[in-house]
């Protein structure tokens, strides 16, 4: 009984070992409630892959082209032949580049042509949430959204402001 013992240990501690090394997401249990990650390998010869958009350094200079809440709608990527805009607090913003995002029917097409401030601020894809009166917002959710601002505002052109948008005083 006891090789049998020792040959299963023999068996199982490097096939345990192999596939932590293989699989390090899987978490495993050394107690009933205490779960313990095992860390990835750094791999120097693989950079991690992002979704996110490094910010650029060729920019064009900020424009200040007056854009009504009704002009807005027209760049919301259902026509082709035009920009997509994205308003974050009144400022607009060329995302063309990046139509599998923003354009009809993707991920955060819910703020194309329109200010979606408040939806920003809350970690929202609701459309109803979509709107670009943001003076509701609390302190977290108003970081969320300056946070947006500045994201946007170091990748993406700005090409105007909106000139009919709600007036918020700063919180």
Sequence with gaps: MLSLVKY??????????????RFPSLSFK??????????AEENPEKPLKTIMQ?????????????????????????????????????????????KDVYGPGRSYSVFSGKDGSRGLGMSSLKPEDAVADYSTLDA??????????????????IVG?????PVIESQ
């Design 8 to 21: 299963l240990l023999l068996l199982v501690l490097p096939v345990s070992y192999l596939l932590r090394r």
């Design 161 to 165: 402001r909106v000139t009919d948008g």
């Design 54 to 98: 490094a910010p650029r350094d060729d920019l064009a200079p900020p424009k200040d082209d007056p854009f009504t809440t009704e002009e807005l709608k027209q760049y919301d990527g259902s026509d082709p032949t035009k920009p997509i805009y994205v308003a974050i607090k009144g400022t607009v913003f060329d995302v063309s580049s990046k």
């Design 140 to 157: 977290k959710d108003m970081k969320v959204l300056d946070d947006w601002h500045a994201f946007f505002s170091k990748r993406y052109n």
């Design 30 to 39: 050394l107690s009933s409630s205490t779960p313990v990650q095992i860390p």
